[in-house]
């Protein structure tokens, strides 16, 4: 079993920064494929990055990449997400996930946290 508490939203103007962090629970937390994903009021929930077990492979979404890095620090059970250069557009709850599947889809995700706001003003 593993517990997911992500941490680090907040508001921020266009053009800001914020870092988020997700922490484990539990020792395994090396095995697990962890994202990033968000939903906005009335939309669906879409993945915003993707990183590998060892923190080696990293995948972005189209519409964050260059703005956003995924990492992980094994040794502290923890995920982040550096969000630059955000934009209004980027307003939504932001969810860690877990996952045993090596290249995940949205379903394979076993572990979820319980999300953190992120609202970028104009």
């Known amino acids: 079993q593993v517990q997911l508490v992500e941490s680090g939203g907040g508001l921020v103007q266009a053009g800001g920064s914020l870092r988020l962090s997700c922490a484990a629970s539990g020792r395994t937390f090396s095995s697990y494929v962890m994202g990033w994903f968000r939903q906005a009021p009335g939309k669906e929930r879409e993945v915003v990055a993707r990183i590998s077990t060892t923190g080696g492979s990293t995948n972005y979404a189209d519409s964050v990449k260059g703005r956003f890095t995924i990492s992980r620090d094994n040794a502290k059970n923890t995920v982040y997400l550096q969000m630059n250069k955000l934009k209004p557009e980027d307003t939504a709850v932001y969810y860690c996930?877990?996952?045993?599947?090596?290249?995940?889809?949205?379903?394979?995700?076993?572990?979820w946290g319980q999300g953190t706001q992120v609202t970028v003003s104009s």
């Open positions: 996930a877990g996952s045993r599947v090596l290249n995940p889809y949205v379903w394979q995700y076993d572990y």
